[in-house]
């Protein structure tokens, strides 16, 4: 069933928002993943030669500031994480333009904070330059301007930041790519025999008490904030949709009937 719900949203939706977690980008043993990079930058390129668009929310410039500053997975205070973010937020920009340059891809760094979305006069100016980026064919790479936001006034983790970034851009779905494979009745690490949620259309209370506060090693994110951003996608007119990336081509994958939970608005 999920590879016809997967193949009907995708192949209808004219821009889709990827968020792609820190997990994905550097992996426990604080190696880089290039080889995923590259892989979802040619599920991109299909997508662009198709007369799509596309946009990238990646985490990973703390991840990767903390492997170039040899501060390994130590707690870190506020100032040590935006230094983190600074130096490996060029790093991760540079990794996508990079590699989609390769693919005869042209990207762009967006920075933005909750100052952004919550201000009129930058909420507007944003939603124009991203505009203006897709309409010119090129892949906006957005990331939390962490180096300036502090802990009382930022998105706190990229699935919230994504579904902002999805009603910036009149996205159709978004794409949350990250460690867990989809939505369960329990945490499945703690009950294997918990029931796999496929679709939803609605977040009602019992689908919000599914949710717990586990959180990846590298990541900030837990199933409560990627809940909250698919109600804020349904409430807009997009779909969601979490699947596990880890996997090389995970568009492909998806396409192909790959395990994941949809959160469907409207009837489909």
Request: with cysteine.
């Amino acid at each position: 069933m999920n590879k016809n719900i997967s193949q009907t949203v995708l192949e209808k939706a004219e821009t889709i928002v990827f968020k792609v977690g820190s997990s994905l980008i550097v992996d426990s043993s604080g190696n880089i993943r290039t080889d995923w990079v590259d892989s979802l930058a040619e599920d991109i390129r299909d997508l662009v030669l198709s007369g799509k668009k596309a946009v990238i929310v990646s985490s990973g410039a703390v991840a990767m500031g903390r492997i170039r500053l040899g501060l390994g997975m130590q707690k870190l205070n506020l100032s040590q994480k935006q230094a983190a973010a600074a130096v490996g937020q060029i790093e991760l920009s540079s990794l996508y333009q990079e590699i989609l340059e390769i693919k005869k891809i042209k990207a762009a760094q967006v920075l933005l904070t909750q100052d952004n979305a919550d201000n009129e006069h930058t909420f507007i100016n944003a939603v124009a330059t991203l505009k203006t980026l897709l309409e010119m064919d090129v892949v906006p790479i957005i990331n939390e301007n962490d180096t300036v936001s502090s802990e009382e006034i930022k998105f706190g983790d990229n699935d919230r930041l994504s579904a902002i970034v999805s009603q910036m851009t009149g996205a159709d779905v978004l794409l949350l790519l990250s460690d867990v494979d989809g939505l369960y009745e329990h945490d499945p690490k703690l009950d294997p025999k918990a029931k796999f949620i496929p679709v939803v259309r609605r977040i009602t209370p019992d689908i919000e008490a599914m949710a717990s506060n586990s959180k990846s090693t590298l990541g900030t994110g837990g199933m409560k904030s990627k809940l909250m951003a698919a109600q804020m996608c349904m409430g807009i007119g997009c779909d969601m949709v979490i699947s596990a990336g880890k996997e090389l081509y995970p568009l492909r994958r998806l396409l192909n009937g790959e395990k994941c939970t949809w959160f469907l608005h409207g009837e489909k």
